[in-house]
């Protein structure tokens, strides 16, 4: 009689533990990351613009993450970065960026488009130059 109710409390923790791993691995716990490593720089608005996650590739404690910036002020404006994360606790943080284009109406003439109003320039991406380690 007391074996089933040990039994009860031992798999109600190993499906808790599993529903917590995979919430983890998820593209809002992939957002939070980003959109917190971004509050970190004093030249950001994030009211400007939309961040939507395009994609998100795990491996063991990284992941390989495709961030769209959209802005609010003209949807047809928006930005792409790569984002390198790695897992340090039950959190993801940000250990590189990259930016890999854009699109927009812009006066670049180019296909990097303009920025979202507020976000900082990025160099032009044939110049394959990675965000600036203090940004990390």
């Known amino acids: 009689m007391r074996k ?3 039994a009860l409390i031992v798999g109600t923790l190993l499906l808790s ?3 917590m ?3 983890l691995k998820s593209n809002d716990a992939i957002k939070g990351a980003i959109e917190t490593h971004l509050k970190d720089n004093p030249h950001l608005s994030m009211t ?3 961040t939507e996650i395009e994609s998100v590739e ?3 404690d990284t992941a390989d993450a495709l961030a769209k ?3 609010k002020a003209d949807p047809n404006s928006a930005v792409e970065v790569r984002y390198q994360l790695k897992l340090e606790g ?3 943080k940000v250990v590189s960026s990259k930016p890999v284009g854009g699109q927009g109406m812009g006066g670049h003439g180019g296909s ?3 920025l979202p109003p507020g976000h900082p320039a990025m160099p032009p991406a044939n110049q394959g130059q990675t965000a600036p380690e203090a940004s990390h």
Do not use: E, H, Q
């Open 112 to 114: 990097m488009g303009s």
């Open 90 to 92: 039950r959190l993801w």
């Open 4 to 6: 089933f109710p040990i």
């Open 21 to 23: 791993t995979g919430s």
């Open 17 to 19: 533990a599993c529903s």
């Open 58 to 60: 795990y491996k063991d």
């Open 48 to 50: 400007n613009f939309n």
């Open 69 to 71: 910036f959209v802005s």
